[in-house]
């Protein structure tokens, strides 16, 4: 068991990476209509340069957080190097702790005005698929790294903890936002616990009384337990924002701009408003 923890940590994750994206890609084309290559591809293309740019800002701070997470092992700092029980449960509380600290990292992304405007970068995207997975602008691996700090700060995580975090997330991430629409029983059983591929879509529609909610990276449960669980068809989802609609906006250089720029959010009504106002509006139709 040992032996295949260290075998999975040891990964080449660039090397999955490119496996999974290539893997997920196909599988959408193959099994979706109508053919749209040449979208897809110019999709493809305007998001590919932001993820080299968030690979390259990421290599830089690797540095720092390597460095971090060598001192806290070295200190015994954070909570779980204080505590003493087998290791393998260290492993999975500390993957537990990385998840809820992220959990809130990402309610704060969407609630302050400055790391919005970075994280609605990866919001924008008006056509969700596996490559969704590289739109991320650059300056957000800061705020990811950042979170991977305190989350290591606090907790004393180590790097094996840390490796096999990035190794599932990045599993998940790209399931997460792949086009192909996965059968409901994977959010009636495994979305009672983990963020399903449907799940987070519903966090990419365009009303924010959705866009705000679910946020956990790979489990649901901090949703569930804080209060921001939503659910919806993905069939109901349309994805985006509103500011960002015009095609213009949807090219790489804009995007990577965007956060410069001050673009105030266009905000929908809340759902139970939106019933009201659906209401109102069939109540006039009688009228008439
Ligand atoms: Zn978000
Ligand atoms: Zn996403």
Known sequence: MQHLFHKLIALDQNLLMVILIVLFYSIEQIFNRPFQLKNRSIHFLHGLPLQLGYMAVNYGLAFV??????????????????????????????FLAIDFTFYWAHRLYHTWSLPWRLHRVHHSDISVDSSTFF?????????????????????????????????VNLVFTIAQHSKFIFPHWTDSILGKVFMTPNLHKIHHHQNQFYTDSNYGLTFIIWDRIFGTYKYLPVYKIKYGLEEFDDIKKQT????????????HRIKKPKQSNMHIAIKNSNLEKIID
Not at 153 to 165: E, H, Q, R, S, Y
Not at 257 to 263: E, H, L, R, T, V
């Open 135 to 167: 739109r991320f602008h650059p300056f957000d691996a800061t705020m990811d790294n950042t979170t991977f700090m305190i989350a290591s700060g606090i907790f004393g995580i180590d790097f094996n903890t840390l490796l096999l975090f990035f190794l």
């Open 252 to 263: 790489f250089w804009y995007l990577l701009i965007s956060p410069f720029k001050n673009i």
């Open 65 to 94: 957080l390597v460095a971090w997470v060598q001192w806290i092992k070295t200190h015994h700092f954070g909570i779980l190097y204080q505590i003493h029980m087998p290791y393998p449960a260290k492993i999975i509380l500390g």
